[in-house]
């Protein structure tokens, strides 16, 4: 062990109080005495340390701990039995495959020689102060005889209290190595039987669906296998633990711990969630180590993605407040007081690939008249893209659809006070496309295999230099070319024979693919935003297939799924806003039926589910009626009105619509809780029943609120205005009779 590990018992006996005061703005603390590291902030208290051993141990996270609470040096856990020694139930910080470990492995290394042990021990550390508030813990680890070195990176917002984790792995022997799993982080929980986990599952046009599971002995893996962050899984977790003496197994919305994160990557990742022999609970995630290596030569190093996580004690719903406050202040591009989302009109449910001028045209008057401020020309405006099957990749206006290109129908756009937006599908393209013809060597492929096709396109490589060029080259030109404000990005389909033929049959080479291509992503997006900084960006994947912390970072939106049938957006919208604000929330009022016969839900009541976020319409306004145009004007200028609210505000989960339940509401209170919001819908009314009782959430409790309809009634005796206290405790009652109806109510400080 080196000497500086070896500690005196005297100085382990005395326990040495942390500095850390609010007054000091410094978040981040080292005792030297006892190895011991806190974060504190108003919230959460997070502390690890050094153990005896010379290893990184976690030993609290939580609700925050007084300064002078004693933490004393970590010790390993006593050990049961020679057949299981404490290293196997140590709750390290950050493990190495190596040794005596047998669970999950933040970092497993192959040497040239076979060797595959690795063993890290803390050699020092530092804390950047980057301002009041903001420090950065760098701890550097190394493997006990190799130079392979480890940095654990810690950041946190003291606002929040959330941390980011991230790891980098550097080489500094003389020889090449193969890192085969790289996780970010793992997070560590104290042992308990009684802790539930959240996390977010779906498919297409069935997204962000919260399955809730009790957390049993074992793993559960939460994972995307398809080269990006996927529908199936979203990289998000929760995991609540059940207040004392509750009753009901699934989590609370006010009441309970919920320890969360999420992580920042948008490609192939693995979350695992782990209860092992002795019920200690354990989260790592990163890089998913699946068909995963990364060869580092000497002096080479791979960071991870960050995983940020946060504590609540009170419930669910604060864990998502909390993360939506820290979404809009510490990940979005437009950080940390993001442009409020504009309402947009987006042609695509309307004339799907069937774009010209003078139908957009046509459309964007219509949608100008109802209060829209931002048109988007979706698929079919370029190359031979008359369908799905071609044209993807030839980035040329089509001159039959724009005969005069873009320009014409950009400027009737403005002419009609909106700004304009485009579809690209950047990373893509059809093999009956000329961009396919010229350059067949640049998609992922592996030599001599079919190259399979996922809604009848390939994926560009967009690791290769020359196709990152390609990318970030035709969208600067169109973004140069054209005076555009906004550009949804979709990527419509997931990796298959993920190979790197350019690099040579090497297969460890052709694997730092999963690495490199959504690197050369972030990179095409940050240089675009930085040449083009008027311009936002949306985050399309099939509907929600790349939704993550990594690509918000670059992306002002995401479109959560293609399914637009308000009811079914209800359950994914609900789902969504565990792990993502409202602000990145787009949802269209659309004419898709969905599963349910058209005309069963009303204008109203699809206008009022698509306003629980940045609203936007994609119906064929050619098919509306004077009626139809007249809800829209009046529910698009109620939006505008509350709208700061309901994308920024806090967000209350009244009655969540899963689980069959019959009714649900949300309700939105602004940061400065001057202003409120109330969704309410009935999904059907079976025997009679008056809707719930609603109890609003989060208000000033001695202030007036008075209480004006944006669509719909109360009960007659509900009064104008009245307290806080009042909403909040003797609650009111929605006029909601019959199956899809909804209504909303806005509640001001008089
Ligand atoms: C995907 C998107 C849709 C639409 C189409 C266009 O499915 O999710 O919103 O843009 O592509 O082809």
């Not at 008249?369 to 099957?389: L, P, T, Y």
């Not at 359950?571 to 929330?585: N, R």
């Not at 109203?604 to 064929?620: D, H, I, K, T």
Request: charged share 20%; net charge negative; with cysteine.
């Amino acid at each position: 062990m080196p000497k500086h590990l070896i500690l005196d018992a005297a100085i382990i006996a005395t326990l040495v109080l942390p500095a850390a005061t609010a007054a000091t703005q410094e978040a981040i603390h080292y005792t030297p005495a006892t190895h011991v590291f806190r974060i504190d902030t108003p919230a959460v208290t997070y502390a690890m340390g050094v153990n005896p051993a010379g290893e990184l141990q976690a030993i609290y996270w939580g609700a925050p701990l007084a300064p002078a609470d004693p933490i004393p040096t970590p010790v390993e856990p006593h050990e049961l039995s020679g057949m299981e020694t404490s290293t196997t139930i140590t709750p390290y910080e950050y493990r190495a495959w190596g040794g005596l470990n047998f669970t999950e492995p933040a970092v497993k290394i192959t040497f040239p020689d076979g060797n595959r042990d690795l063993v890290l021990h803390y050699v020092s550390h530092k804390i950047d102060r980057d301002g009041p508030g903001r420090d950065k813990l760098i701890i550097t680890t190394k493997d006990i005889s190799r130079d392979v070195f480890v940095d654990l990176i810690y950041t946190v917002d003291p606002a929040t209290g959330v941390i980011g984790r991230s790891s980098v792995i550097s080489n500094h022997t003389k020889e090449k190595l193969t890192i085969e799993q790289a996780s970010s982080a793992t997070w560590n929980l104290p042992h308990g039987t009684d802790y539930t986990l959240s996390y977010l599952t779906g498919r297409w046009a069935a997204e962000m669906q919260l399955q809730q599971q009790k957390i049993a002995d074992g793993t559960t893996v939460l994972e995307s296998r398809r080269g990006s962050t996927g529908q199936q899984n979203n990289p998000w977790f929760a995991i609540t633990r059940l207040a004392p003496g509750a009753s009901t197994p699934s989590p609370d919305e006010e009441f309970g711990e919920v320890w969360f994160g999420a992580l920042a990557w948008s490609g192939s990742w693995r979350i695992n969630v782990e209860r092992n022999q002795v019920h200690d609970i354990r989260v790592t995630g990163g890089y998913n180590p699946f068909d995963f290596a990364y060869p580092l030569a000497p002096g080479g190093s791979l960071s991870t993605p960050v995983f940020y996580a946060g504590y609540s004690g009170h419930g669910i719903g604060e864990a998502s407040r909390i993360f939506h406050r820290f979404q809009i202040a510490n990940i979005l591009p437009q950080r940390p007081t993001p442009r409020l989302r504009p309402v947009i009109y987006n042609s695509w449910e309307a004339t799907e690939f069937a774009v010209d001028e003078p139908g957009q045209a046509a459309l964007a008057e219509k949608a100008a008249s109802i209060g829209v401020e931002r048109f988007i020309m979706d698929d079919g405006w370029f190359g031979q893209r008359s369908s799905d099957h071609l044209g993807l990749g030839d980035w040329y206006v089509n001159k039959q659809k724009f005969p005069n290109g873009l320009k014409p129908l950009i400027d009737k756009v403005h002419a009609l006070n909106m700004d304009f937006g485009l579809w690209v599908e950047p990373e893509m393209v059809n093999s009956n496309s000329d961009l396919y013809r010229a350059h067949p060597d640049w998609i992922l492929n592996m030599t001599g295999r079919p190259r399979s096709e996922g809604r009848n396109q390939l994926m560009l490589n967009l690791a290769r230099k020359d196709v990152r060029a390609y990318v970030f080259n035709f969208l600067d030109k169109i973004l140069t070319d054209n005076d555009i404000a906004f550009l949804k990005w979709d990527y419509n389909r997931q990796w298959s024979e993920p190979g790197w033929p350019e690099l040579g049959p090497d297969p460890e080479k052709q694997k730092t693919v999963y690495v490199e291509y959504i690197r050369n992503l972030y990179s095409i997006l940050a240089e675009l935003r930085a040449k083009h900084p008027k311009v936002e960006i949306q985050s399309c994947s099939s509907g929600g297939g790349r939704v993550d912390l990594g690509i918000l970072g670059f992306t002002d939106e995401v479109w959560p799924s293609d399914n637009t049938d308000p009811f079914d957006r209800l359950s994914i919208q609900d789902g969504f806003t565990y792990a993502y604000t409202p602000q990145v929330m787009t949802a269209w009022v659309t004419d898709s039926p969905g599963s349910r016969p058209t005309g069963v839900t009303s204008t109203a009541y699809r206008f009022l589910v698509s306003m629980q976020g940045g609203l936007g319409v994609g119906s064929n306004l050619n098919h509306w009626t004077e009626a139809d145009f007249a809800t829209a004007k009046n529910l698009i200028a109620a939006y505008k009105t509350i709208r700061q609210t309901v994308q920024q505000g806090s967000l209350y989960r009244i009655i969540s619509p899963r689980n069959g339940s019959e009714q649900s509401a949300t309700e939105s209170v602004s940061l400065d809780q001057r202003q409120a919001v109330l969704f309410v819908f009935l999904h059907t009314t079976s025997l009679n029943y008056p809707y719930p009782r609603v109890y609003l959430r989060g208000l000033d409790p001695a202030k007036q609120y008075r209480v004006t309809p944006i669509y719909g009634s109360l009960k007659k005796d509900t009064p104008e205005t009245a307290s806080g206290d009042y909403w909040m405790h003797h609650g009111l009652d929605p006029d909601l009779t019959g199956d899809f109806k909804a209504a909303a109510f806005k509640f001001e400080v008089q």
